[in-house]
């Protein structure tokens, strides 16, 4: 069985893997076809995968997904400012996707987390890695055009975007993912 709270946050997962999915849906639109692209549109599937299985995996425990009109990015897209170029999407993504990795990974250490609420998050983790993976080498091989002092300015802050959202996030639903919140190591 979830909880209510736990209902909510898994809920809130969901959506905001939909809208990854979208996201990267019209990024790798607007590329032309190659390698990068091949790497996006593997990247907005998975995404869409993974809302996929979280609903399964509501619907195996017998609850419904709350309908949420906002995700994660949201807001993270409004601090961090609109990407300027593809260097910028990357490094916006890249910082992101290591926030939900961070996340989930803090949850699945949850004790009492119902196993298919595990084996969900455990299943998305190597999803997420290789999302994180692909991301980093991408914006390595961008070195030469933009180098590399300004890709790590541009991630640190990004970085600092995300901590502003994480915060605000916790300010709004601290109540609700208390329970994730007690997880050690579970300052950032
Ligand atoms: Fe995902
Ligand atoms: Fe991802």
């Known amino acids: 069985m979830l909880s209510e709270n736990e209902r909510w946050l898994v809920s809130y997962y969901r959506a905001s893997e939909i809208t990854g999915?979208?996201?990267f849906g019209r990024i790798a639109k607007m590329q032309r076809p190659g390698p990068v692209q091949a790497d996006l549109t593997q990247h907005f599937a998975d995404e869409a995968q993974h809302a996929r299985w979280f609903t399964e995996c509501m619907e195996s425990l017998g609850i419904t997904?709350?309908?949420l009109s906002f995700a994660y990015q949201d807001d993270y897209l409004k601090t961090a400012g609109v990407p300027s170029n593809f260097m910028e999407v990357l490094s916006i993504t890249q910082v992101f996707e290591k926030r939900i990795l961070h996340t989930y990974a803090k949850h699945l250490r949850v004790a009492g987390t119902p196993?298919?609420?595990?084996?969900t998050l455990q299943?998305?983790?190597r999803d997420e890695k290789?999302?994180?993976e692909?991301?980093?080498?991408?914006?390595q091989d961008l070195e030469p055009e933009y180098g590399k002092a300004h890709i790590d300015a541009t991630l640190e802050r990004h970085a600092a975007a995300d901590r502003e959202t994480?915060?605000?996030f916790l300010d709004e639903h601290g109540q609700r993912v208390e329970f994730l919140l007690q997880v050690k190591g579970s300052a950032a």
């Open 21 to 23: 999915a979208m996201f």
């Open 65 to 67: 997904p709350l309908k």
């Open 115 to 119: 196993t298919p609420v595990k084996r």
């Open 123 to 125: 299943r998305i983790m």
């Open 130 to 132: 290789w999302h994180v």
């Open 134 to 139: 692909w991301v980093r080498q991408a914006l």
């Open 166 to 168: 994480y915060r605000r």
